[in-house]
């Protein structure tokens, strides 16, 4: 039997509609627009404000902060890959039962070789952390440098590899992992990536919710990737979410993934919607530019090396009809400067320079530098 056919042109047809890039598709409700696409990347802090903005029928930055910070319907977690993440809340506990479990585990095993190494007696950590745990129930969130001073007797070092960390940080990081606290709000503006911590249990009802089965989740999970990325390869979720082959094959199984021409879909996912004409301008590190490790159907293989980095992290990127174009930088005097790599014709090109000046407009002040710079950056600022 012949396989179901889904062409490249379905899959960014596809891809425009569920990551909310065609102005019909957008919208101001930020739990939905983030479970679309699963989670927004956070290593950059600009890139969840900006990816969450491209997508909203009225872009707000404090929209962004309010989901965060004050409703908390939003939450930033360590997740696939070692990677920080901003989910909602169910996809948050999702992600850390299917894949942040794993990560915690080394990181105390880690934490472990480096108490043994600093002379620590045995008990060290779980102490450190009732300690932690319950100043920042009583007081928190505070940064990290205000736990040391709070708790001077654990902002003593810990030896890792050439360099020293202090206790209480190297601790936070792990109850970071554990889901035991989250990243509350920043210690500067928005565009900052150093947070305040907060107890989970005293920032969300209930932290990250209750335990759930290892398979039970990692299924949950690729669940949402399919809805959100597929047609995707094995190798594109496995990727994604960090997994091992094993653990990824037994999770497409248990969500009966169907195979196309184009890869796996879940089994009443098969039609794909008429396309429908789009402009976005998407942040460096955006899920849709992150969202497959095969990405031909979105960007042709010549622009990788003008907007991927030599670690395979994308650059802020332009986007015309569910297609990489090129890409744009904020300059030092809040100009936003684009360059089309491929030719999308008059239209297009006049509706990427309107919506460089619409993100002009939401910046105002605000001046960022890229943490994941596209290589074609340098040649925009100059």
């Not at 962004?64 to 997740?79: G, I, K, P, S």
């Not at 990824?248 to 993934?257: H, M, R, Y």
Request: one cysteine or more; a neutral charge.
């Amino acid at each position: 039997m012949a396989l179901p056919s889904i062409t490249a042109q379905d899959r960014r047809a596809r891809l425009v509609a569920r990551h909310r890039l065609s102005p019909p598709a957008r919208t101001d409700d930020l739990s939905t627009l983030v479970d679309d696409l699963v989670c927004l990347h956070s290593s950059d802090p600009v890139s969840v404000y900006l990816s969450a903005a491209a997508r909203m029928a009225t872009p707000a930055l404090e929209a962004v902060d309010q989901a965060l910070y004050e409703d908390r319907t939003l939450l930033r977690h360590h997740a696939m890959r070692r990677t920080l993440w901003v989910f909602g809340r169910a996809y948050a506990r999702l992600a850390h039962h299917a894949a942040t479990v794993d990560v915690a585990a080394v990181q105390h095993r880690n934490l472990a070789k480096q108490l043994a190494a600093g002379g620590y007696p045995e008990g060290t950590y779980e102490k450190a952390r009732i300690e932690i745990h319950d100043l920042l129930r009583a007081e928190g969130p505070l940064p990290a440098r205000e736990v040391g001073l709070r708790l001077p007797h654990l902002a003593t070092p810990v030896p890792i590899q050439a360099a020293e960390v202090a206790l209480h940080s190297r601790v936070l990081l792990v109850m970071g992992f554990d889901g035991e606290v989250l990243r509350a709000r920043p210690t500067g503006t928005w565009i900052n990536g150093q947070y305040r911590w907060a107890a989970a249990d005293a920032w969300v009802p209930g932290g990250l919710g209750a335990p759930l089965p290892r398979r039970e989740a990692a299924a949950g999970l690729a669940r949402a990737y399919l809805r959100a990325f597929g047609p995707a390869t094995r190798e594109d979720l496995r990727w994604w979410a960090g997994w091992t082959v094993a653990t990824t094959k037994a999770a497409l199984q248990d969500v009966g993934a169907v195979e196309t021409t184009a890869g796996l879909v879940l089994p009443e996912d098969l039609e794909s919607p008429e396309p429908v004409p789009s402009v976005a301008l998407l942040p460096g590190l955006d899920p849709t530019t992150m969202g497959w490790k095969q990405r031909e159907h979105v960007l042709a293989p010549e622009l990788v090396p003008h907007l991927f980095d030599r670690n395979g992290n994308g650059g802020p990127t332009i986007w015309v009809d569910g297609a990489v174009v090129g890409g744009w930088v904020q300059r030092k005097d809040g100009t936003v400067a684009v360059k089309l790599l491929t030719d999308v014709g008059s239209e297009a090109a006049q509706q990427v320079d309107a919506a460089a000046h619409r993100l002009e407009a939401l910046l105002g002040d605000v001046r960022f530098t890229v943490r994941f710079p596209a290589p074609m950056q340098g040649g925009l600022l100059a």
